[in-house]
């Protein structure tokens, strides 16, 4: 178990935004849709149903990475876990590393309009290291 003080910023950033993330997702998945009109992944296009509740799933995902990685105060989860497993599918699923990396700008955009300063800050060490992470240079050697 993490042993993080009850009062501590990291703590009041990710209860602040784990009750928002599902509208945080939504509001991604509309942003990203939009700038990649007509992409087809292998299950359909980006606003087929199917597609968008895998992706609002995903986003959310990527949001509670985002805050285990605060709590941890450590990147090595989406290393060890998240990293491998979007290597391994979103190819076979005809998904672009730039629409992750869309996603990812987004998701910290939104988190910038819906958080407070403070909050935000708490995220964006992590949100950067995954931008990094996720880079669609990284990707090709991936």
Same mark, same amino acid.
């Given at each position: 178990l993490l042993a993080i003080p009850y009062y501590s910023p990291t703590l009041t950033a990710v209860q602040n935004?784990?009750?928002?993330?599902?509208?945080?997702?939504h509001a991604v998945h509309?942003?990203?849709s939009r700038q990649h009109t007509g992409y087809t992944t292998h299950n359909g296009t980006l606003t087929s149903p199917l597609v968008k509740t895998s992706s609002i799933r995903d986003i959310e995902m990527f949001q509670v990475y985002l805050c285990l990685c605060a709590l941890e105060d450590?990147?090595?989860s989406v290393q060890q876990e998240l990293f491998p497993l979007c290597v #391994? @599918?979103?190819?076979?699923?005809?998904?672009?590393?730039?629409?992750?990396?869309? #996603? @990812?700008?987004?998701?910290?955009?939104?988190m910038h309009d819906r958080l407070?300063?403070?909050d935000v800050a708490a995220f964006l060490p992590y949100l950067r290291s995954l931008t990094e992470m996720f880079s669609c240079d990284v990707f090709q050697t991936a």
């Open positions: 935004l784990l009750p928002i993330s599902t509208r945080i997702a509309k942003q990203v450590s990147i090595q #391994m @599918l979103y190819p076979r699923l005809h998904v672009k590393w730039q629409l992750v990396q869309d #996603m @990812l700008q987004a998701i910290g955009w939104e407070s300063p403070n």
